[in-house]
């Protein structure tokens, strides 16, 4: 993220993982002020410390496994979450590190082939917030965020896919 003064960037603790049954994202810490472009609130400039956000998801299901660019598999997932999310600036906090509001989500998962990033492995986690159902967290991020990073660690692995017989 941006610092509060724009002139260097912030890291986020965060992590994010997901198999064909469960999913989460979440920012644990932010060691420093940031600023961020809210979709209903500006800009805000976060304090230390004082950022959390939290998505799970056990309701979700396999979309799609296809060939993607240079051989990769590229993988679609879709489901519904809770999100949680706290955010305080030098002001006010809002929301809250327990109390999660639903969401629809989306991961798409690329597999380069072992090595991790350094062969193209990536992710986006895009939630689709609607206005009535999660107010907060589309205060903050609007009706549609593409949550991703750069993968530091772990590894995408997509199997090929396995098709069954129909039974009668």
């Known amino acids: ?14 992590s994010f993982s997901f198999d064909a049954h469960y999913a989460q994202c979440i920012v644990e810490d932010n060691g420093a002020a940031f600023a961020t472009d809210t979709h209903e609130l500006g800009q805000v400039v976060i ?3 004082a950022f959390f956000m ?10 799609s496994i296809r060939r993607g660019p ?5 993988a679609k997932l879709a489901g519904q979450l809770g999100c949680a999310t706290e ?5 006010l906090t809002i929301g809250s590190r327990t109390a999660a509001e639903p969401a629809f989500f ?10 991790a990033g350094a062969v193209g492995d990536s992710f986006s986690f895009t939630v689709f ?6 107010p907060l967290n589309h205060a903050i991020f609007g009706p549609q965020f593409t949550f991703t990073g750069e ?14 017989p129909l039974l009668k």
Request: proline fraction near 7%; avoid cysteine.
């Open 106 to 115: 989306e991961i798409e998962a690329v597999d380069g082939g072992l090595g």
């Open 87 to 91: 955010a305080g600036t030098a002001a």
């Open 54 to 63: 939290a998505m799970y998801s056990q309701e979700m299901g396999l979309v």
């Open 70 to 74: 240079g051989g990769t598999r590229v």
């Open 151 to 164: 993968l530091v660690a772990g590894e995408v692995t997509i199997d090929v896919p396995v098709t069954l």
């Open 47 to 49: 304090k230390p410390h």
């Open 129 to 134: 917030f609607d206005p009535a159902q999660a």
């Open 1 to 14: 993220m941006p610092s509060s003064d724009g002139e260097a960037s912030v890291p986020l603790r965060e």
